[in-house]
């Protein structure tokens, strides 16, 4: 009998052949492990996205959820409040905002490759994408750098679950708080020393004259630091490994980077760091002869939806030059990434440098430590030797 259990460690080493399976043999299938219905065709995903009635979020998207957190950020919350809170986030999150972590991303790469570079084998994980985002993200924030080093420890912890108790653990709740109390006091500092920064345009921001509140500035802090950091080093991660796997495509970047960009897209459809998001079913729902019903959780399998052949043509080839329309590397619908423009911004700078400084290397071990996640798929070291 087939089994989807998104929990087992041997699942996240290649989750392909069972999306496989889900999408022919069980489109619209109930998993035991999960306690949940799984979506993993591309059409089905993203009818779900664009029906926020049916398919809700604000019991939370994150398939193990923090206590307090369904209906408070806009991940886990339906518009019209989500609408609003994601409005004036964007109003914030402008290109002038964005155009200004074009040099710092720069440098950041530059100095990390710089303590690399006598090293015969050097962990693209923590030795460069890592320490780029938390680089970035601090840059962003204009965040005191005393704390970056918690600060990534507790976001690397968020996005993680226990595998054995299929749930957050007190160290991953603990986390939480940790990031919560530090985005409190975070935004009370700011409220009192105002600058020219993401987060302080946040506590400014205003639509029809209302501005955010407090707890609405902290949560939301909470989880563009979560998202910011380990969203986005989980992603540079994977597209390293397709570097690392792919040599032709590498060599290709190498001589043309103007390429990158689409190199970009193609790994955010090839294999997302993230795979899979939650919704509540509010109607009574008929699928694929199954009916969902109102108040069930399901899976939104982007990573399947991303590899689905009704879509895109021979999906398991890495190919930089498909341009893939409408992948769901970034989900899709109201709750699309916030964060895509500055993703893409980011790994393209980093990139760039990258593989100027980086042109031929492969990856040392075949097996590789999984990110223990329900939601996210990202290697938690990627040791890398020149040559
Ligand atoms: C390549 C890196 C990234 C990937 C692959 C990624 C992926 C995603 C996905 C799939 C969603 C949809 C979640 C859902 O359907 O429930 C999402 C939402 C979101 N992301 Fe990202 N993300 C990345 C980077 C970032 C960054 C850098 C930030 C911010 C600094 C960010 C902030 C957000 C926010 C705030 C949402 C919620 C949007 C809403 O519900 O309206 N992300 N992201």
Redesign the pocket.
């Known amino acids: 009998m087939f089994r989807f259990d998104p929990y087992d460690p041997a699942f996240d080493a290649d989750p392909f052949p069972a999306y496989k399976v889900l999408r022919d043999e069980h489109p619209c299938f109930w998993s035991e492990e999960a306690r949940m219905w799984v979506l993993s065709r591309y059409d089905d995903i993203l009818n779900a996205?664009t029906n926020w009635r049916v398919y809700s979020?604000a019991k939370g998207?994150?398939i193990d959820e923090f206590p307090g957190r369904a209906g408070s950020?806009?991940?886990?919350?339906d518009p019209p409040r989500?609408d609003r809170?994601?409005a004036l986030?964007q109003s914030a999150?402008t290109k002038r905002a964005l155009d200004h972590i074009l040099d710092p991303a720069r440098a950041s790469i530059a100095a990390h490759l710089a303590e690399v570079r006598d090293r015969p084998v050097f962990d693209f994980v923590n030795d460069l994408g890592s320490k780029v985002?938390v680089d970035?993200?601090f840059h962003?924030f204009a965040m005191p750098r005393d704390q970056a080093d918690e600060v990534r420890d507790n976001a690397v912890l968020m996005v993680q679950t226990d595998a054995e108790t299929r749930q957050k653990s007190e160290k991953h709740l603990a986390a939480f708080h940790w990031m919560a109390d530090y985005a409190e006091k975070l935004v009370q500092e700011r409220k009192q020393n105002p600058g020219d920064d993401?987060l302080s345009n946040f506590i400014t921001a205003e639509i029809d004259g209302e501005k955010l509140l407090d707890k609405e500035v902290q949560l939301?802090v909470t989880?563009?630091?979560m998202?910011?950091?380990e969203?986005?080093s989980?992603?540079?991660g994977m597209f390293a490994l397709n570097l690392a796997d792919y040599p032709d495509a590498r060599r290709t970047l190498v001589a043309d980077p103007s390429l990158i960009p689409d190199a970009?897209e193609e790994s955010?459809r090839f294999n997302?760091?993230?795979q899979r998001?939650?919704?509540c079913i509010q109607v009574d729902t008929e699928l694929h002869g199954q009916t969902m019903k109102a108040g069930d959780f399901v899976m939104?399998c982007?990573g399947s939806g991303n590899r689905d052949e009704r879509m895109y043509p021979n999906p398991d080839t890495y190919d930089i030059t498909r341009r893939p329309k409408r992948h769901?590397?970034?989900?899709?619908?109201?709750?699309?990434?916030?964060?895509?423009m500055?993703?893409?911004v980011?790994?393209q700078v980093v990139f760039e440098e990258f593989l100027k400084a980086e042109a031929e290397f492969s990856r040392v071990d075949q097996q590789l430590p999984w990110v223990p996640s329900s939601n996210f798929r990202s290697p938690q070291i990627l040791r890398l030797a020149r040559g």
């Open positions: 996205l979020s998207n994150l950020t806009l991940g886990s919350s989500h809170l994601r986030i999150m985002t970035l993200l962003l993401l939301t989880t563009l630091i998202a910011g950091i969203s986005l989980g992603f540079m970009i955010l997302t760091s993230a998001f939650k919704r939104l982007y769901l590397g970034f989900g899709g619908g109201v709750h699309s990434c916030l964060g895509a500055l993703a893409r980011a790994c």
